[in-house]
């Protein structure tokens, strides 16, 4: 069956670092990209960062980038989100999630509705 395992959340205080991972089984690893979504108390879900673990193109929402890196390790079929100089903003339940790739490799990063497979959340709390 199909898994998507995310793990790594927890309590910081503002300016530490977290690293969250997503542990993928089930289906092709490389024939998919995987992004990271956050849902804040009382908002919509909306994306963080994507890659394509095809061929490691990235894409970063304003709101983290220059903060947020996400890699991929395609031999342990797993991808991570390291975040540096967290903010209170933040805190958030962070999801991972599969959108099988275009045969041309292309992808809509952050388009929800497109995603193939999600995995449960994580929580991140960042405190001031």
């Known amino acids: 069956d199909v898994q998507l395992q995310a793990s790594g959340g927890g309590l910081v205080q503002a300016g530490g670092s977290l690293r969250l991972s997503c542990a993928a089984s089930g289906f092709s690893f490389d024939d998919y990209a995987i992004g990271w979504f956050r849902q804040a108390p009382g908002k919509e879900r909306v994306g963080t960062s994507a890659i394509s673990t095809s061929d490691g193109s990235t894409y970063y929402a304003d709101s983290v980038k220059g903060r947020f890196t996400i890699s991929s390790d395609n031999a342990k079929n797993t991808v991570y989100l390291q975040m540096n100089s967290l903010k209170p903003e933040d805190t958030a339940v962070y999801y991972c999630?599969?959108?099988?790739?275009?045969?041309?490799?292309?992808?809509?990063?952050?388009?929800?509705?497109?995603?193939?497979?999600w995995g449960r959340g994580t929580q991140v709390t960042v405190s001031s």
């Open positions: 999630a599969a959108q099988r790739l275009a045969t041309d490799g292309s992808y809509y990063y952050f388009a929800l509705d497109l995603y193939d497979y």
